[in-house]
């Protein structure tokens, strides 16, 4: 069964102290890991597509990196203002339903 | 460039009625998807439709349907509401024809809940 697994569930960090989110998965033949971040009260939004072992993208303090069993999402420094959910959804090979992890809960404290 | 706009954003239901939510998607953006999210589940597929076709359905019960317009706006119905049917509603669209692309964007999603 396609599955996909955040962890962990709750990370606190003290403003510019580095870390890092994991998503693993297991999915029949993936076509694309996806990110996205989710505010409270608001809709999730999208932050990165992998598609290959190996690959990755950054955008301001986040890194996605993916291999060929999990994905990271990397924060550098992070600020108060990156506080939210991350999300990773998986899309496997032999359906066009996205499959969501259950999120991490990032909280940056000042 | 206006955003993705779920009405109503709130709304409170007894067991047994019905509800129907609504989805008008990005200007010129024909894929519509919908989710279910629960504390405990996280995001749920629900379905997904692209050119009022629905392409994909997720694994909910026949209780919940929907459908695309000719403008792209989208509905979703739940009838014979549930307890467990309590959760924020969210919709997509994506000016993709290909899934896989991933990048959905999301409306702010419509809490419903059931007592």
């Known amino acids: 069964e396609d599955q996909v697994t955040q962890s962990p569930e709750a990370l606190r960090l003290q403003e510019g102290e580095s870390s890092s989110l994991n998503c693993s998965y297991t999915v029949s033949g993936l076509r694309g890991l996806f990110w996205y971040r989710q505010d409270p009260g608001k809709g999730p939004e999208f932050l990165f597509t992998l598609y290959s072992a190996g690959e990755e993208k950054e955008k301001e303090r986040l890194k996605a990196t993916l291999t060929k069993k999990e994905s990271f999402l990397h924060i550098t420094a992070p600020k108060p203002e990156d506080s939210a959910t991350y999300l990773c959804a998986v899309l496997p090979g032999n359906t066009d339903k996205l499959i969501f992890g259950t999120g991490t809960r990032l909280q940056v404290f000042p | 460039k206006a955003g993705v706009t779920q009405t109503p954003r709130y709304l409170i239901k007894t067991r047994g009625q019905q509800v129907t939510l609504s989805c008008s998607p990005i200007?010129?953006?024909?894929?519509v998807s919908w989710y279910q999210q629960t504390p405990g589940q996280g995001l749920q597929f629900l379905f997904e439709?692209?050119?009022?076709?629905?392409?994909n359905k997720g694994n909910f019960p026949g209780r919940f349907s929907g459908r695309q317009f000719s403008n792209s706006r989208s509905e979703m119905n739940v009838s014979t509401l549930e307890l467990g049917d309590s959760a924020l509603y969210l919709c997509?669209?994506?000016?993709?024809?290909?899934?896989?692309?991933?990048?959905?964007?999301f409306g702010e999603g419509s809490r419903l809940t059931v007592l």
């Open positions: 997509a669209s994506s000016n993709s024809a290909e899934i896989a692309t991933g990048e959905l964007f």
């Open positions: 439709y692209f050119s009022e076709t629905q392409r």
């Open positions: 200007s010129g953006h024909r894929s």
